[in-house]
């Protein structure tokens, strides 16, 4: 990367904060001229990450060096294919959680696009940042962000949720802080490629208190993650938030992930000592217990915005068990996986918004306790005048839309969940070689196990959901939906298709990502010999 393609590394975080700080300038009464800017600097930002996905898919790890200091001993900004993923990711929710808020949400609050922009800063930040301490203060701007839209739109519920989900935060920061002291106290470095090389070679106590900051950090960033039982606040607060709001915050429980993704094989992989693995069974059984614990969840909910939260819990802890199986087959399935339940789930979010419109919270009691009681006016035939009822566009619409994230959560054919659920089964059970099928570890029959119960349980939990909802509805009315609120659930109902189409190129990527992820030894030399920038002629002359 060189040139002017080199400086477009920093502008996933640069672009957002002077937007931000932008937006601050203008009026609340603006929120037309406020909306443009926002989304001009969104989709702009989408534009750059496709770019740096390019990049990374055909070049080697691309390092930015703040201040021109050479790592470990300046800040660096690393993009290699996994930040990259996750940036373009970033930019999809983030662009289409910012249409539908142009319908009305916007207006809900005060600096709803300032908080939205920085919200994106520290996403895209602690995705390209290349040292722990940097990782500390992205994590610290995107949860400072994330603390405002949670209550934007006020209400009882909203804030009661809301401040739930600042103390569990600032709990999870403060373990954060303690962790990554800890750490640097030990080595005197806090670069994960230098980290990567000093581990090794330390010993004795050093190590215990290396590994004690290491599962101090690993626990903040599992609150983040959703991993049951550090996962309650989530329940609460997804629901509670504005339907943009929580589409957006989908992408947040990853951060954790990609973090745990990141750091499990590069500080203590294959070759870290003895730690090698350190963490691997909390983060299988974890994740394990999460698909268990979100799966139950998904059956028992009533209200959509509920069972939204429980899949969000499925997908987490699927991710962590798959991380936690430290495979690399394993990994690129659930690579494919995250980024098709990303999608799913934040078109889940934004669709909940337009389905309830037309139902009446009366009907929805009447109607849950019919189904669990029966009801004795259904039995009574009723006369057939040989006159019917029309089904209505936005209804028809708005069915086609719940059917197809009820398919892409189930994990059914043809779509992206199959593919990604298929892949990891895949390369969990595919013998290493012919008549070796007993050395399947009792961990990949569970972890099967609960990937087909799980894509089970959504089946039977979305067919009631849809029934009481679009089939029978008690009281319904057909909802007001602008145009610009349907779009973007039908991009990332789009998108998760495109996926499913372009499986095999996909795929590629994906398994690429994942030995690259578990082998990072060329990760640590981009890094560590990323060579600094020359000084101009005129400069070097005058010194």
Request: charged residues 10%; proline residues 5%; neutral net charge.
């Amino acid at each position: 990367m060189s040139g002017w393609m080199h400086h477009l590394l920093i502008v996933p975080i640069a672009l957002p904060l002077v937007s931000g700080a932008l937006l601050m300038v203008y009026d609340e009464r603006r929120q037309f001229l406020k909306g443009v800017i926002n989304l001009i600097s969104a989709l702009t930002t989408l534009y750059v990450a496709i770019r740096l996905l390019q990049f990374a898919d055909t070049s080697a790890t691309g390092v930015y060096l703040l201040g021109n200091w050479p790592a470990p001993f300046g800040i660096v900004l690393v993009v290699d294919r996994l930040s990259a993923l996750m940036l373009v990711l970033t930019g999809v929710l983030a662009s289409a959680a910012l249409i539908f808020s142009l319908a009305r949400w916007h207006k809900a609050g005060a600096h709803f696009h300032s908080l939205f922009q920085f919200l994106l800063m520290g996403v895209n930040g602690a995705f390209l940042t290349g040292d722990l301490f940097n990782l500390f203060v992205f994590f610290e701007v995107m949860l400072a962000a994330s603390y405002g839209l949670a209550l934007h739109g006020s209400g009882v519920q909203r804030v009661s949720a809301g401040l739930h989900y600042i103390a569990i935060n600032l709990a999870a920061s403060f373990l954060f802080l303690i962790g990554v002291s800890l750490i640097y106290g030990v080595t005197g470095t806090l670069n994960m490629a230098d980290l990567a090389v000093r581990i090794p070679a330390t010993a004795g106590d050093e190590r215990l208190l290396l590994e004690a900051g290491a599962a101090i950090l690993g626990i903040a960033f599992l609150v983040k993650a959703g991993m049951w039982p550090l996962s309650f606040w989530l329940l609460g607060a997804y629901p509670a938030a504005a339907a943009p709001v929580a589409a957006s915050f989908a992408i947040l429980s990853k951060v954790g992930v990609y973090v745990l993704l990141r750091l499990s094989p590069l500080l203590f992989g294959e070759k870290a000592g003895a730690s090698a693995g350190f963490g691997s069974v909390v983060l299988l059984v974890g994740g394990m217990a999460t698909i268990a614990f979100g799966m139950i969840g998904v059956l028992a909910s009533q209200a959509m915005g509920r069972m939204a939260s429980y899949s969000l819990l499925v997908s987490s802890g699927t991710l962590l068990a798959a991380t936690g199986l430290s495979d690399a087959g394993v990994t690129g399935g659930a690579l494919f996986y995250l980024v098709s339940s990303t999608l799913t789930i934040s078109a889940f979010f934004l669709l909940i918004e337009l389905v309830e419109r037309g139902q009446s919270p009366a009907a929805n009691i009447i109607a849950v306790t019919a189904e669990a009681f029966g009801d004795e006016e259904e039995e009574k035939e009723k006369p057939d005048d040989g006159s019917g009822s029309a089904f209505p566009g936005t209804f028809a619409i708005l069915g086609v839309c719940f059917a197809g994230c009820a398919l892409l959560l189930s994990g059914l054919p043809p779509l992206s969940g199959f593919i990604a659920k298929l892949s990891m089964l895949v390369a969990v059970l595919a013998p290493p070689g012919p008549g070796v099928a007993a050395g399947i570890p009792l961990a990949g029959w569970i972890f099967t196990a609960l990937l087909i119960l799980s894509g089970l349980a959504a089946l039977l939990a979305m067919s009631r959901i849809g029934i009481r909802m679009f089939w029978a509805p008690v009281d319904a009315s057909v909802p007001r939906v602008l145009v610009v609120e349907i779009v973007p659930v039908i991009l990332l109902l789009s998108l998760t298709i495109a996926l499913a189409v372009q499986g095999g190129p996909a795929m590629r990527y994906m398994q690429e990502t994942a030995r690259a992820v578990h082998a990072p030894v060329q990760y640590v030399h981009d890094v560590l010999s990323a060579p600094r920038a020359r000084r101009a002629p005129a400069r070097e002359a005058a010194r």
